[in-house]
């Protein structure tokens, strides 16, 4: 396990972890009482203990706390909870803080804090029907944790507009490159018009194709004149480039 190097607490603070820490001034004035059970609370005195030990995130990162398990035998701490690195290691993306109540009856919890990376995704507007072409209106944009999604998620809507969908897609749903593929531009049986260079010339033939392909995908053609059974690219709807020999 790779050991990031530790960042001591600073004693000046940056302008997010500044204003951070102005947030939870009135959560830390002293005689103010802390229910255990206020998650909230605690979340907020971990997240700014934990914003101490990491430079400071990017616009596509965030803390992510927790989780904090109910204690309901935990006393009400009449004095502010102090909040301290667990261990004096910790990983690149990770820490636990420890919060202690040094009150008459004291307690402590440890409380994990990792930072999480967001991405745009691609995400179905509607329900989409398996065979249908993608459009803009199709899709829209909504920023997750990488964390939470798929294998395979596009990060650019633009990327699904023109593709197929190859099965059943939800409402809501992430878009992959498994749900996703080329429309055909060559489908079996279908008749298209073979063209080759010969000798700098370019030569026209009617053909048939023998089997589906994806744009610049190569398939198989018979050359209608000829009888002739070739393979060759599919470079455009209808139309399928023989490469001779």
């Known amino acids: 396990m790779n050991i990031a190097p ?5 004693r000046k603070v940056g302008p997010a972890i500044g204003s951070l820490t102005l947030g939870l001034l009135p959560l830390l004035a002293i005689g103010q009482v802390f229910d255990p059970q206020e998650t909230a609370q605690l979340e907020a005195l971990a997240k700014s203990e ?4 990491f430079p400071r995130l990017t616009d596509r990162q965030r803390f992510l706390v ?3 398990e109910a204690r309901p035998q935990l006393d009400r701490c009449s004095r502010p909870i102090k909040p301290v690195v667990a261990s004096t290691q910790h990983m690149k993306d990770r820490v636990t803080i420890e919060l202690r109540c040094q009150d008459a009856k004291p307690w402590h919890i440890y409380v994990p804090v990792r930072i999480v990376g967001t991405s745009p995704v691609a995400v179905a507007a509607h329900a989409i029907v398996a065979g249908t072409v993608i459009k803009d209106t199709d899709v829209k944009t909504e920023e997750h944790d990488v964390s939470e999604l798929p294998l395979g998620f596009l990060d650019d809507p633009a990327i699904a507009v023109g593709l197929t969908a190859s099965r059943p897609i939800a409402g809501g749903a992430y878009l992959t490159n498994q749900q ?3 429309a055909k531009a060559v489908q079996r049986g279908q008749s298209v018009t073979l063209v080759a260079d010969a000798g700098g010339m370019s030569v026209r033939m009617a053909g048939r194709a023998l ?4 744009m610049n995908q190569r398939v198989r053609v018979q050359n209608l004149s000829s009888g002739k059974i070739v393979e060759g690219i599919a ?5 399928v480039e023989i490469i001779l020999q």
């Not at 934990?50 to 030990?53: D, N, P, R, T």
């Not at 089997?211 to 994806?214: F, I």
């Open 6 to 10: 530790i960042f001591r607490r600073a």
């Open 66 to 68: 927790g989780p904090i």
């Open 211 to 214: 089997s589906d392909g994806l």
């Open 50 to 53: 934990a914003a101490l030990q």
């Open 180 to 182: 996703l593929v080329a």
């Open 235 to 239: 470079r455009s709807e209808q139309t």
